[in-house]
């Protein structure tokens, strides 16, 4: 009879935790910089051609990170980084694995997000852009798998069904476009199955003249797809599943884990006409930021629904990016800068290409601040795995540092004793220390790292060029010291979660 008690007891408890545990939403955005959201661009400029008031919202509720990384400059490895809590470097495939028919670079043997969440009892969810490969059966013969690298006119797949995706990486639930809207397939899927988006729907080859007909450029190469392809409605579509997914399993036993990856603000900019009721396409100076609008308004859809069904308070809600933002003519005509004060955007080694916005709010457990603690987005997974309790074995999220002290505001809360990130198709290296960035010119393999710049973003946070010591005798150490690091860093395979600032 005592051990019946005890069991009961025992179950109870573990009810109440779970009821108490938060559920957690993390927003990747694609392409989107820190100038882009109007709570940053306030910190360097009053001259805010775009609003963003609903991440303006979650930055005033929550806690602003004003320097954080993305793991690279380019979306594909910083996806890798974020879902795995590894540094970029660790990867089969450090600078990303771009074809959605390519073998995925996350491993069976691998801790994702998702499957740090089921094991502390979430009901997990993967929303939108995957681009991490995937396992689709080759048309021809469909005991095999197709496989190949981005080209063009790649017929031989079966792409009805995903083999291995989000799914077999542990996610419960997924909605998803393996490209998001820049590439092939040119279709969307729920938990793997190809889900017509409209009735009369049938796989075919998108050309470049069909979307010529819906005022649409190609980003990427033609291939196949649902023949009623049409980006416009992609946003729409993704949030709208989203808001449901919140509505179905906010008050249900389980907690959940939402990982929502947004198509916005990737090319072709493709903005919908309206979305809730606020019209998009047409109100801002260029498409990229009608796009930008756009992401606002699905954020606030999203928080609408938490709210009403009286969860958002304790919902954690992260919101970053996974590269910086876009230079794009008609935006920069325009005044906006995607950027802010920084040098550069998308794809480059400056901090513009990797400085990205970092936002978390959680109203029942943390108060509103502002932190210039140097991080990288590959923290929300030791994060998460501080907040529910989740473990993080030996050999896993090896560069993902726990940011729950600050949040919190503990006394004496750490962070990275310095940064490594990679940028885009440059195949640079960086690596910052107390302010100073270190960027190191590389080769594919990552065994060439020549020092090629030095700024001291303390006093230079533009990294204005005639600041660039890389050529001054006076800071040869500071290069050699930077350097060293990076070497014995990357070259030994040290975990780096477990060193923390002074």
């Not at 009901?123 to 469909?142: E, I, N, V």
């Not at 729907?201 to 009623?228: A, C, Y």
């Not at 958002?312 to 003519?329: A, E, K």
Request: aromatic residues 8%.
């Amino acid at each position: 009879m005592k051990n019946k008690f005890l069991f009961i007891l025992l179950f109870i408890s573990l009810a109440v935790f779970a009821k108490d545990k938060p559920n957690v939403i993390v927003v990747l955005a694609d392409d989107v910089g820190l100038g882009d959201v109007s709570h940053y661009r306030r910190l360097h400029s009053d001259n805010i051609i775009v609003e963003t008031p609903n991440i303006d919202k979650l930055a005033n509720a929550g806690v602003v990170f004003t320097q954080a990384h993305a793991p690279a400059a380019l979306c594909a490895p910083s996806r890798y980084g974020m879902m795995t809590g590894n540094s970029c470097y660790r990867s089969p495939s450090p600078h990303g694995v771009w074809g959605s028919y390519e073998l995925s670079p996350i491993k069976d043997k691998d801790l994702t997000l998702g499957r740090l969440m089921q094991s502390v009892g979430y009901q997990t969810a993967f929303f939108g852009k995957w681009h991490l490969g995937g396992d689709y059966k080759r048309l021809s013969d469909p005991s095999k798998i197709y496989r190949a690298p981005r080209t063009n006119h790649e017929r031989d797949v079966d792409i009805t069904k995903i083999i291995d995706g989000p799914q077999q990486k542990g996610f419960d639930y997924s909605f998803t476009m393996p490209a998001g809207i820049q590439d092939m397939p040119y279709a969307v899927y729920e938990n793997g199955e190809m889900v017509p988006i409209k009735d009369d729907s049938e796989v075919t080859f998108i050309t470049q003249l069909m979307m010529d007909k819906l005022d649409v450029k190609l980003d990427k190469e033609e291939g196949l797809g649902d023949s009623n392809w049409d980006p416009h409605i992609m946003g729409p579509m993704l949030v709208h599943k989203a808001v449901d997914y919140i509505k179905a399993q906010s008050n249900k036993k389980k907690p959940f884990f939402m990982y929502y990856c947004s198509q916005a603000v990737h090319l072709p900019h493709t903005p919908s006409d309206s979305l809730d009721g606020i019209k998009i396409k047409g109100t801002t100076p260029s498409a990229h930021l009608d796009m930008v609008k756009e992401l606002d308004v699905q954020m606030g859809m999203m928080i609408k629904e938490l709210k009403a069904q009286g969860v958002y308070d304790n919902t954690i809600f992260v919101f970053t990016s996974d590269n910086g933002g876009l230079q794009r003519r008609e935006t920069i005509k325009s005044g906006h800068k995607s950027s802010s004060i920084y040098r550069g955007g998308k794809n480059t080694r400056f901090e513009g290409g990797h400085r990205v916005p970092f936002i978390v709010s959680w109203p029942k457990e943390i108060k509103h601040h502002q932190t210039n603690a140097p991080i990288l987005a590959l923290d929300v997974m030791a994060t998460l795995a501080a907040v529910t309790k989740g473990e993080i074995n030996a050999g896993q999220a090896m560069d993902s540092y726990n940011l729950l002290p600050i949040l919190k505001e503990k006394k004496n809360a750490k962070s990275h004793a310095f940064l490594m990130v990679q940028s885009g198709t440059g195949k640079e290296l960086i690596i910052i220390e107390e302010g100073w960035k270190l960027i190191l010119k590389s080769n594919k393999e990552g065994t060439l790292r020549e020092p090629m710049a030095l700024y001291d973003l303390n006093t230079n946070p533009e990294e204005k060029e005639d600041l660039n010591y890389i050529d001054s005798p006076e800071h040869k150490s500071k290069i050699d010291a930077l350097l060293k690091k990076y070497n014995q860093t990357r070259d030994s395979k040290i975990k780096t979660s477990n060193m923390a600032s002074k």
